[in-house]
């Protein structure tokens, strides 16, 4: 742990406040922070796992079976139907996920807006412990989608 010293911001006030400008600008900041952890760890992964295996036991591989039935229980809840390729589509999706090759890097997997602060003017990643090996453009999607998995959306 460090002291982080006085914290200018997070991304979390940024957004949910009144200025389209400054979130616009945080969050393209706050994407660029979460690239850059991306690009330093690509290339690097078998490091990470090296340095992972000598902690012990580690929780096992994330599986991604979940990606076609919350797909389909999704459009069904809101009445659409998929197209006649979709479970094509997903499959394809859980493959290149679950084989990132070149887009292998170490991800937050957590990226929400209250994980990121600033600090006099460096912008820091906070909250880990979900980080892992895995498809940079999943920590990527985050400020798209937007922040599915995050507080502040609700």
Not at 11 to 32: F, H, N, Q, R, S
Not at 56 to 68: F, K, N
């Amino acid at each position: 742990m460090e002291d982080l010293g006085p914290v200018a911001g997070g991304l979390t006030d940024v957004l949910l406040g009144d200025d389209p400008v400054a979130a616009k600008t945080d969050l393209a900041v706050y994407a660029a922070t979460v690239g850059r952890l991306n690009g330093a760890t690509a290339g690097h992964t078998a490091r990470f796992d090296e340095l992972r295996d000598a902690l012990g036991p580690s929780d096992p591989e994330l599986g991604h079976d979940w990606v076609t039935p919350t797909f389909h229980a999704t459009l069904d809840a809101l009445g659409l139907t998929p197209a006649p390729s979709i479970d094509d589509e997903l499959t394809l999706l859980k493959e290149r996920i679950a084989s990132p090759g070149d887009f292998a890097a170490l991800i937050h997997s957590d990226p929400c807006p209250g994980n990121w602060l600033r600090t006099g003017h460096t912008d820091r990643l906070l909250d880990f412990e979900f980080a892992r090996v895995g498809h940079a453009l999943l920590d990527g999607v985050y400020g798209r989608v937007p922040f599915p998995t995050c507080w502040c959306i609700g």
